[in-house]
């Protein structure tokens, strides 16, 4: 029976840098950090396990601000796994 993926990040809620890690998966993993409305805000990289930092920066290097935010990790077998996080400012 394989491992299934699974996804966490911490601390959460958090004021600062995001941990993110991850097992299970199938292959290469792309990560995605969103905001509530669905706008990315953030992206990474990494192998069938592992951990990838978010320094809750938006895409233009500026602090993100208060709010709710989705991390989304996705295999190259398709699977999706999600995390919701809280950060405050």
């Known amino acids: 029976m394989a491992t299934p993926f699974r996804l966490s990040v911490s601390p959460n809620p958090t004021r ?16 995605e950090v969103f ?7 953030g992206r990474g990289e990494g192998g069938a396990a592992g951990t990838w930092s978010w320094a809750t920066t ?6 993100a601000p208060s ?14 796994s ?6 405050v400012r």
């Open 16 to 31: 600062g840098p995001l941990r993110v890690e991850w097992s299970g998966a199938v292959g290469p993993v792309r990560l």
């Open 58 to 63: 938006g895409r233009d290097g500026r602090p």
């Open 35 to 41: 905001d509530a409305r669905g706008r990315r805000v």
């Open 82 to 87: 999600v995390e919701r996080l809280v950060l």
């Open 67 to 80: 709010g709710v935010y989705f991390v989304h990790a996705r295999d190259s077998a398709g699977e999706l």
